[in-house]
């Protein structure tokens, strides 16, 4: 058991790259110790840092879990993974690059269905037409049900999305979609348009606390440094 505060961090692509650049520009060398392709890495200026290199999906689990006592990951993943997300993590800052939207899209000829209220009531006339509920391709099942029951949204069935979700209205294994993104571009490629009151969540990569991980004295100490060098 080591009394350094483990950083988990994105090990791969643009998002690494730019995890890295922010933590430079407050003054912290973020790098890989050993092999480029390796996992482990430090703070170059902090002794009690062990960073941890793993995909953004595992990083919202090691800080629910508290293997990692701070990380860089999407506020999405966050929101998706941890039901209880204010309880189990604090959102210390964000980080300025991976902005994308969790949006509900509706294909454009569904001309009468322009927010989700319009989704309820087309529900009842839906299942009478097709013989069952309107089906909904997603990656963000719990984002997805938390959204719906919150705007009285309870008829419908999910299709848990394994690829390219914006296609699956086109494809016929759903009829609408609960996806990520960031221009609308692909979504419109597509023949899909965002609800007027669609967007559940602004998301972009978040410097993240977990209230869970045991805190040792030194831990708590490094993660003061960092706060400090971000100007928190």
């Given amino acids: 058991m080591t009394d350094k505060l483990i950083l988990a961090v994105p090990s791969k692509g643009r998002l690494m790259d730019q995890t890295i650049e922010q933590f430079a520009s407050a003054g912290l060398t973020l790098r890989k110790t050993g092999n480029e392709r390796g996992y482990r890495g430090e703070i170059a200026e902090l002794d009690a840092i062990d960073v941890a290199f793993i995909s953004a999906p595992e ?110 209205p086109a494809a016929g294994t759903a009829d609408l979609i609960v996806d990520i993104t960031s221009t609308g571009a692909t979504l419109a490629a597509n023949g899909l348009r965002i609800l007027d009151d669609g967007v559940i969540l602004k998301s972009e990569a978040k410097l993240v606390a977990s209230k869970t991980a045991d805190w040792s004295p030194a831990a708590r100490q490094a993660e003061t440094s960092i706060i400090r060098a971000f100007g928190l």
Avoid: C
Avoid at 74 to 80: A, F, N, Q, S, T
Avoid at 136 to 157: L, P, Q, S, W
């Fill in 59 to 168: 990083i919202a689990w090691y800080l629910q879990t508290g293997r990692a006592h701070m990380g860089v990951t999407g506020e999405d993943l966050i929101r998706e993974q941890i039901t209880d997300a204010d309880q189990r993590v604090r959102l210390l800052k964000s980080l300025g690059f991976g902005q994308a939207d969790v949006i509900v899209a509706v294909p454009d000829y569904w001309i009468d269905v322009r927010n989700m209220s319009d989704l309820d009531e087309i529900s009842a006339a839906f299942r009478r037409e097709h013989g069952r509920w309107f089906r909904v391709a997603t990656k963000y099942i719990n984002t997805t049900r938390r959204f719906f029951a919150e705007k009285g949204v309870i008829d419908y069935r999910i299709i848990e999305s394994l690829g390219a979700t914006e296609g699956a």
